[in-house]
């Protein structure tokens, strides 16, 4: 089995700011603060699924910290997202969407691989229900996830909104033993604070083990106008070994 350095794709409420006028009996009238903007982000969540395909370029940084040692992390490549394709999963139709990356990272003057492709499958609804990934990917199996759960994510939201997108199994395949489960995975959304016409649509995973420990955090960052146009920004991974004596932390801007 090859090992690669690999990445895998909240608060809530609306603050309305009212100012109020005074002095000395100058009799100043009130004044409003203007309404919160509404974004369209049904429309840039599917844009983010089904619109982004094309090959970006990128560049890593970060570091890796095992037992108070700290190594940097550097390195670059391209992600090249595929269109949708009409495609099976078992016997569900889907449309699958094929992400490849290719690039190398130097970690304590070490090269590593960033090496990976990903598949996400959608049903007729452009709701995510599998991800297959070869972060363990050899003639023995690979990973997968598996989506038990959907939160319909709604169709406008204002700075400050969030919440879930939805929830997943995470499974390891072997040609003898079948299936594993070997985890789970939620995912959420976030509308922060950008610039006076956008604002920040923030992704985020959290892959955790059986035992409940999280095992990654994945934030992808978003730029999203009022219409629901995104353009990909960063993302940021934080990993841990499996017996949780290292951390990697892995900065991407694209």
């Known amino acids: 089995?090859?090992?690669?350095?690999?990445?895998?794709?909240?608060?809530?409420?609306?603050?309305?700011?009212t100012a109020c006028?005074?002095?000395?009996?100058?009799?100043?009238?009130?004044?409003?603060?203007?309404?919160?903007?509404?974004?369209?982000?049904?429309?840039?969540?599917l844009n983010k699924l089904t619109m982004s395909s094309g090959v970006k370029k990128f560049k890593l940084t970060g570091n890796l910290v095992e037992r108070g040692?700290?190594?940097?992390?550097?390195?670059d490549g391209t992600e090249d997202v595929g269109v949708a394709t009409a495609a099976t999963l078992g016997s569900m139709p889907t449309q699958k969407i094929t992400t490849v990356v290719r690039g190398s990272?130097?970690?304590a003057n070490r090269n590593v691989s960033l090496d990976s492709i990903k598949?996400?499958?959608?049903?007729?609804?452009?709701?995510p229900v599998a991800l297959i990934s070869n972060e363990y990917n050899d003639e023995n199996g690979y990973l997968y996830l598996l989506?038990?759960?959907?939160?319909p994510i709604p169709q406008t939201a204002r700075i400050n909104d969030s919440g879930n997108l939805y929830a997943a199994n995470r499974y390891?395949?072997?040609?003898?033993?079948?299936?594993?489960?070997?985890g789970t995975y939620v995912a959420s959304y976030a509308i922060q604070e950008d610039t006076a016409t956008t604002a920040l649509f923030v992704?985020?995973?959290?892959?955790k083990d059986t035992a409940g420990k999280t095992l990654m955090t994945e934030t992808e960052r978003y730029r999203m106008t009022q219409s629901g146009t995104v353009a990909k920004i960063s993302k940021t991974v934080v990993s841990y070994s499996s017996n949780f004596t290292a951390v990697t932390t892995l900065n991407t801007s694209y």
């Open 21 to 45: 006028g005074g002095g000395d009996g100058g009799g100043d009238s009130p004044t409003t603060a203007p309404a919160p903007k509404e974004f369209q982000v049904r429309t840039a969540y």
């Open 172 to 182: 390891r395949t072997n040609t003898s033993t079948g299936s594993t489960l070997v």
């Open 69 to 75: 040692l700290t190594e940097s992390i550097s390195g």
């Open 1 to 17: 089995m090859k090992r690669r350095l690999f990445t895998f794709s909240s608060a809530i409420g609306v603050l309305l700011l």
């Open 119 to 127: 598949e996400m499958h959608l049903d007729s609804n452009n709701n």
């Open 203 to 207: 992704l985020t995973g959290t892959l």
């Open 147 to 151: 989506i038990t759960s959907i939160t």
């Open 105 to 107: 990272a130097v970690v």
